[in-house]
């Protein structure tokens, strides 16, 4: 695949940083170009990395100033895992962090080698190849490397680049937190079925069924907005329409959903450091 870095350690391979791997090798990353640096790499990540021929856990020293170091452990292990990584990253090493809250300054104060650094922001659907993220570049990122990390990134579903990295507290609060949200609708047009009379697990298995085929339409068909989606399954003085005039009322969704990633935004905010 273009774009592919001809080197990369991925450090912490956990869920997100396990799904990153598989879908760059199925895209055709040369696992020789590829070392993970986890301590306690899962059956599942060993028979890959086997398969493929990526080195786990080499001997300390065996590997420095790969092209790329992705970051994939937990937030709250940066600072012990730092002094490592430092040894890692040399001057042209693309850092690329996908690390809830931690911010490009934050991590160039940890890991003081790392210049060109790229804050990214997954969400769980990558674990389905269905992910979206949106990423912020450290000035020192040159055009070459942010192609490098598109790249990367897309392997998880889709990519998006934002112009500057106050935002990707908005991103979090839209993309990264929003899987959550949708778990919900599905929650409550369960509930609301029951109130209609339907049984509970019948009512669940619609409601569940409704938001997938929803997100699958909106997933196949990309160029056509959600607007239009919904204008199209929606005829005047009918049943769709009855419920539009609740949801889309001044008490509706638009102004609870507004509210709602204004929140997830401040606590983002807050919780970076
Ligand atoms: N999951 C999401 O939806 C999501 C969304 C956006 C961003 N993120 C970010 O993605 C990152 C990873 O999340 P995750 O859900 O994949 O977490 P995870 O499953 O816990 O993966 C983290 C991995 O890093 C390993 N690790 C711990 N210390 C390490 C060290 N010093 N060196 C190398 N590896 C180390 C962990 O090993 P042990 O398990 O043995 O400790 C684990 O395998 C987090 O920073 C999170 O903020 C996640």
Known sequence: MANMPSSI??????????????????????????TVIDPYPSAELNALAARHGVRINPPEGSVSAPEVVLLAIKPQTLDAAAPDIGKLVGPDTLVVSIMAGKTIANIASRIP?????????????????????GAAASAAVTPAQRETAAALLSAIGRFEWVPTEDLIDAVTAVSGSGPAYVF?????????????????????RLARATVEGAGELMWRDATTGP???RKNVTSPGGTTAAALDVLMGPDGLEPLMTRAIAAAKQRGRDLSG
């Open 9 to 34: 350690v991925l450090v912490g391979a956990g869920k997100m940083g396990g799904a990153m791997l598989q879908g760059w090798l199925s895209l055709g990353l040369n696992g020789a170009s590829a």
């Open 113 to 133: 080698s790392a210049r060109a650094v790229v804050r990214a922001m997954p969400n769980t659907p990558a674990a389905v190849g269905r992910g979206i993220t």
């Open 184 to 204: 919900l609708l599905a929650e409550c047009m369960a509930k609301a079925g029951v109130a209609a009379g339907l049984p509970p697990d019948l009512a669940e």
């Open 227 to 229: 607007a239009q989606l």
